[in-house]
């Protein structure tokens, strides 16, 4: 089992530009939730997908959108990136149903200059 | 308001002392309580969570906590710390039944001195 795959590991970019970060979930899991982590902060939770839906959101504004797809993997988009928007973006798969845990990959680190 | 503290930014201990983390939350409804480690560049790894029954909760590593709903903490120890052990450690709490939209406090770094 390959556990959480999170892709690109590192990414730079430009302030205006649009990122598209991907991760594929741990086998089994069916929800996907997305965090940003601040340098020397807590995670902070962008939103959830399941079924292909948006399920639960943060305190994000509309620049961030994601994606699930029928394979349970997800995308997160962010457009016109701002330089505050450079963390590391960690995504967590569980399944539905009470008691369950999440487990994460190991993030996209984004620069934004 | 829902939040979580850990009040220790850092912390540093000598390899084979004892070590404890503190964590207080604040939060309406019956919490989940989870502890999550990070090593530098890497993502979270869970140590141990707290869903029901026994207070004491044993986890990966040694690790062991207890939740005190008196005093709204979960608490984090390992009785003989392990130079490995230096990371970032974050207290997470969730609603009961949906442990996906965590509230995270700001973590505790932990240094361990050989």
């Known amino acids: 089992d390959a556990g959480v795959t999170q892709s690109p590991t590192h990414l730079i970019k430009t302030r205006g530009q649009q990122v598209t970060l991907r991760c594929s979930p741990k086998s089994g899991h069916d929800t996907v939730s997305w965090y940003q982590q601040a340098l020397g902060q807590g995670p902070q939770f962008i939103f959830q997908y399941y079924e292909e839906e948006e399920r639960q959101r943060g305190n994000f504004p509309d620049r961030f959108s994601g994606h699930q797809f029928p394979n349970y993997s997800s995308e997160l988009n962010v457009n016109a990136l701002l330089l505050g928007d450079s963390a590391l973006y960690l995504c967590?798969?569980?399944?539905?149903?009470?008691?369950?845990?999440?487990?994460f990959g190991q993030g996209t680190r984004l620069t934004v200059v | 308001a829902q939040s979580v503290t850990q009040p220790d930014i850092h912390i540093t201990v000598s390899e084979g002392a004892s070590l404890e983390l503190r964590c207080n939350y604040s939060?309406?409804?019956?919490?989940?309580l989870f502890w999550y480690v990070q090593s530098p560049g890497q993502g979270l790894q869970l140590l141990l969570k707290y869903f029901s029954g026994d207070t004491l909760v044993q986890g990966i590593k040694g690790f062991e906590a207890e939740f005190k709903r008196s005093q709204s903490s979960f608490n984090l120890r390992k009785p003989s710390v392990h130079w490995s052990d230096a990371a970032e450690y974050f207290c997470a709490v969730g609603p009961a039944g949906n442990n996906r939209k965590l509230i995270w406090g700001l973590g505790t770094s932990l240094a361990v001195n050989p």
């Open positions: 939060y309406g409804a019956t919490p989940y």
């Open positions: 967590a798969s569980s399944s539905t149903g009470s008691n369950t845990e999440a487990f």
